[in-house]
């Protein structure tokens, strides 16, 4: 949670206990591999963290990743300082892939090394990493990038594997998420936010039928206002 902790449960979610060994009050995204091994990355909007932590026992303790240890304390200028979404290759737990706000990195093995993939254009992993996802088959990898830049590879190890999709629109986003479908591997959804329509507002889905190659609006496309919408949140209207 952001608040600090890790919970787990023991019975189906029932009841959670707190674990507190983290050396960091933001904790922002974790992930399980095939083989059990589970990741935790640290820092989120509300301030920076330390790293990735792994645990091979389901949770009950956790390790510091050595590669991951940050260095500045305001965070802006170190790799691991924002870790905002870690996943694995579900063919192969040992190949990790970390989003932080300095770009992509990967490990190929189980977290014990790093390196950033170069891209073509370089620019596009030099912006923050935002998102990723696999498709609904887990063949394919895709990676949200600041702006307007969404990529995607078969063989995401290799950087130079990666492919920049094509998005029909013009929004320089602040914020992009990606989903895809469990049942049909060729779809791939895009939200975005802020841009023209304003910071941390809605800014339109997009959806992709060719296994993210090209985006194109949903048709018709949702409402970027309503009066039961509020961005910041509240306890009202449920």
């Not at 995607?152 to 929004?171: A, E, F, Q, R």
């Not at 304003?198 to 339109?204: D, L, Q």
């Not at 961005?231 to 009202?236: K, L």
């Amino acid at each position: 949670t952001t608040s600090g902790s890790v919970y787990r449960s023991t019975n189906g979610g029932n009841e959670w206990t707190p674990i507190d060994n983290f050396g960091t009050a933001f904790i922002g995204c974790a992930t399980q591999a095939t083989n059990g091994d589970m990741y935790m990355g640290t820092g989120e909007s509300e301030g920076p963290g330390n790293g990735i932590y792994k645990s091979t026992d389901r949770g009950l303790t956790w390790s510091h990743l050595a590669a991951t240890a940050t260095t500045d304390l305001i965070g802006r200028n170190d790799i691991w300082s924002y870790v905002v979404k870690i996943t694995t290759d579900p063919s192969n737990p040992s190949k990790i892939f970390a989003a932080t706000h300095l770009g992509l990195y990967i490990s190929s093995d189980a977290g014990v090394t790093w390196a950033k993939p170069s891209f073509s254009p370089p620019a596009v992993n030099g912006t923050g990493c935002e998102d990723m996802t696999w498709s609904g088959d887990g063949t394919r990898l895709f990676v949200a990038f600041g702006g307007n830049s969404v990529v995607y590879s078969d063989n995401p190890s290799d950087g130079s594997s990666y492919k920049i999709t094509t998005v029909d629109s013009d929004l320089n986003s602040s914020s992009q998420r990606l989903a895809t479908s469990a049942a049909d591997p060729s779809i791939v959804y895009l939200a975005k936010s802020g841009g023209t329509v304003g910071f941390g507002n809605f800014g339109g889905v997009w959806k992709s039928i060719d296994k993210g190659e090209t985006f194109k609006p949903i048709d018709p496309a949702p409402p970027v206002t309503s009066p039961s919408w509020d961005i910041a949140g509240s306890d009202r209207d449920g």
